[in-house]
């Protein structure tokens, strides 16, 4: 069975691993070739320094939260004995 040529006509000439750097990741703006694209994190496109700062922003609050989660768990698996110790269980690490 031979395999039609067109099915690899369409396909992209760059590492499928990379995203697609065409739009700002965040407001999905149309990048233009003759504009500056300011990035984040090695190979995300924003186009202003403006949509990069927000989602630097986010990401920030995200760790935060995350951060507080984890910390929360942790103090939670930390309880204190009728003799004032305190006393530790095992928590689960996720890796």
């Given at each position: 069975?031979?395999?039609?040529?067109?099915?690899?006509?369409?396909?992209?000439?760059?590492?499928?691993?990379?995203?697609?750097?065409d739009a700002?990741?965040?407001?999905?703006?149309?990048?233009?070739?003759?504009?500056?694209?300011?990035?984040?994190?090695?190979?995300?496109?924003?186009?202003?320094?403006?949509?990069?700062?927000?989602q630097?922003?986010?990401?920030?609050?995200?760790?935060?939260?995350?951060?507080?989660?984890?910390?929360?768990?942790?103090?939670?698996?930390?309880?204190?004995?009728?003799?004032?110790?305190?006393?530790?269980?095992e928590?689960p690490?996720?890796?």
């Amino acid at each position: 069975m031979a395999a039609c040529s067109f099915f690899f006509d369409a396909e992209p000439l760059v590492e499928p691993a990379m995203p697609a750097q065409d739009a700002c990741a965040l407001c999905s703006k149309q990048l233009a070739r003759d504009s500056d694209v300011f990035m984040y994190r090695g190979d995300t496109p924003f186009c202003t320094e403006d949509c990069r700062n927000h989602q630097m922003r986010l990401d920030a609050r995200h760790a935060a939260r995350a951060a507080a989660r984890r910390q929360k768990h942790f103090s939670s698996a930390t309880t204190v004995s009728g003799r004032g110790h305190r006393e530790s269980r095992e928590v689960p690490v996720a890796s």
